[in-house]
């Protein structure tokens, strides 16, 4: 028993050091497997294909492919809204949100004993800063107090929505949150942090000084379709020109765009009428929204067309095309961020154009269309990737890397100045009540035409 006993500790540490012998051995294989895979070279993922069209503005074909093939246009679809909207409302509209009492105004307390009502009109860029500029009218005509509620009618928007995608689908909940955010704004005590620093910078403009108004509402927002009547009228605000909205929307790719289009119809609306004006074939055309959410169908051969048609209009109009749509190295926005190479050294200013983008929709899509300024002329391009999901950026550089070889086969870019830069918010808005006449512009379009040289009050 003593010598089987004895065996045992060195049948254990035999097994012991097989089995570190296996484990070292496997470890040794499983790094020479390692290093085999990480020498073996993996062949890179072709570019994404692309399509396009390319033509003079006379006309005349320069390159294609499958340029007659229907493509997703993302928010080049804004393109076709911009020359909708001009030639539907014109250049020059502005969009009038008008604040109405119902009830009495006892100017000696500065109390409106009843409701401030608001109607909307439309206006698809009022923010905090436009609310302001209400309240410093509201304050120079003595209205500090509200005893009754904050009314909203359905076409006041007030802030960012996104487009459909992001809008409140009820319409009741939509007015509501509209008039809490107005709410918010005309009541400097409900501000945060952010909101005062926004008063510092627009008091100035609105002729407020450095006294804070202070206006309080005692009761809820709420919205109400049609509003009560037996109003009196306290306040008009315009917008600013609807050229300046429409080239920031272009600018920034806003989807918030869909709001100008409410005023003319829907996507529906906007292929039928573009169908009508070119002469197509019915279904030629397919526009989900005016914004480019969505399923949306035309060629990049159409695309060019639009182009051409928005150009046009636009000369007729005495609107040079970078007023409308952003311009590379010169403005802000998606040109500037998806094709940088296009904002820097030779190429600035050398593309006026306007960018699309679906993340998911139709499998992703990146499109990119407009005027390439070369040394042998204006060129007019459409080039669009196709099934784009989870290669964006990729697809972004093989258009861009489009656009640079077109350029550069005519005889590279041709120089040329920037447009102005993008209008402030308060650009040439106006304000009115009838109560206290107006000798003078208002104290915002008189600060932004003493910031442009040669311009006066």
């Not at 952010?194 to 509402?217: D, F």
């Not at 070369?374 to 990737?385: I, M, N, P, R, S």
């Not at 350029?407 to 304000?431: F, K, N, S, W």
Request: hydrophobic share 40%; glycine share 10%; proline share 8%.
């Amino acid at each position: 028993m003593q010598g089987f006993g004895s065996s045992k500790p060195g049948r254990v540490a035999l097994v012991l050091v097989l089995a570190a012998l296996v484990a070292l051995g496997s470890a040794e294989a499983a790094a020479k497997k390692g290093k085999a895979k990480s020498t073996r070279k993996v062949a890179p993922k072709p570019p994404p294909a692309a399509v396009w069209h390319v033509e003079t503005p006379e006309g005349n074909v320069l390159d294609s492919r499958q340029g007659d093939q229907p493509v997703n246009p993302a928010s080049v679809t804004k393109v076709a809204t911009t020359l909708w909207a001009l030639e539907t409302l014109g250049p020059d509209h502005r969009f009038e949100t008008r604040f109405l009492a119902r009830g009495t105004v006892d100017r000696s307390t500065g109390t409106l004993h009843g409701d401030l009502l608001v109607e909307g009109g439309g206006d698809p860029d009022f923010h905090v800063e436009n609310a302001m500029l209400v309240l410093a009218e509201l304050d120079r005509l003595g209205i500090r107090r509200v005893t009754g509620d904050l009314v909203v009618d359905g076409s006041f928007w007030m802030g960012w929505e996104d487009g459909s995608e992001g809008r409140q689908p009820d319409p009741q909940a939509r007015g509501t949150l509209m008039g809490q955010r107005l709410k918010t704004a005309l009541q400097p005590r409900a501000w945060n942090k952010g909101t005062r620093a926004t008063w510092q910078k627009t008091a100035p403009l609105v002729g407020a000084g450095t006294r804070l108004p202070a206006l309080t509402i005692a009761g809820p927002a709420r919205t109400s379709d049609p509003l009560p009547e037996s109003t009196t009228l306290l306040v008009v605000h315009r917008s600013r020109p609807l050229v300046q909205t429409l080239r920031v929307f272009n600018t920034y790719s806003n989807n918030d765009i869909e709001r100008i289009g409410d005023h003319m119809g829907g996507g529906a609306d906007l292929a039928a009428w573009l169908t009508e004006r070119w002469q197509l074939e019915p279904g030629t055309l397919r526009f989900e929204t005016t914004s480019g959410l969505g399923v949306n169908r035309i060629s990049p051969r159409l695309i060019v067309h639009l182009l051409r048609d928005l150009s046009f209009t636009a000369e007729r109009l005495g609107l040079p095309l970078d007023e409308l749509l952003p311009t590379s190295g010169c403005d802000p926005g998606t040109v500037a961020a998806f094709f940088p190479r296009l904002g820097a050294g030779p190429y600035v200013a050398s593309v006026t154009g306007k960018t699309g983008t679906l993340i998911t929709t139709d499998n992703g899509v990146s499109v990119f269309a407009g005027i390439a300024r070369t040394a042998e002329g204006e060129q007019l391009f459409a080039v669009a990737v196709p099934n784009a999901r989870g290669r964006l950026r990729a697809a972004r550089r093989v258009e861009e890397d489009f656009v640079l070889r077109l350029v550069d086969r005519l005889g590279g870019p041709e120089a040329r100045a920037c447009a102005a830069p993008l209008p402030g918010r308060l650009a040439q808005t106006e304000i009115e009540n009838p109560f206290v006449p107006r000798a003078r512009a208002t104290p915002a379009e008189a600060a932004e035409r003493a910031s442009i040289p040669g311009g006066a009050p």
